[in-house]
Structures are given as C-alpha cells and as structure tokens.
C-alpha cells in the first residue's frame, strides 16, 4: 500500500479503495492477510485513465 500511495501522487487509503471499488484501479491480491497490488495491473489501469482523460479533453 505504501509504494501505491506514493505511486498515486500520496493519495489516501480511503480514496484508493474508493478507486478500487469504483474499478479505476484493480483488486489487490490478499495474501497472508496483506493486500498486494500487482505492479503491472496498477500500470495499466493508470495509463487507461491517462487515455480516458486525454479523449475527455
């Protein structure tokens, strides 16, 4: 979570889960109990949002 928040520009906890739940950015993997946030998935939902944005302009 803390490479994701700095990754994201310092975004907050809650407002990442509000991404997730919104599907701007994708499910963590829970493993042991500690959510894991695939480098690659993160990569490609960000760029789609770059994309949606750039076609929203």
């Given at each position: 979570?803390?490479?994701?928040?700095k990754m994201l520009g310092g975004r907050g906890r809650t407002t990442i889960y509000r991404d997730i739940?919104?599907?701007?950015l994708p499910?963590?993997?829970n493993i042991g109990g500690i959510n894991y946030f695939p480098e690659d998935l993160?990569?490609?939902?960000?760029?789609q949002l770059r994309s949606?944005?750039?076609l929203a302009d």
């Open positions: 979570m803390k490479d994701l928040r739940a919104a599907g701007r499910t963590p993997t993160v990569q490609a939902a960000l760029q949606d944005t750039e």
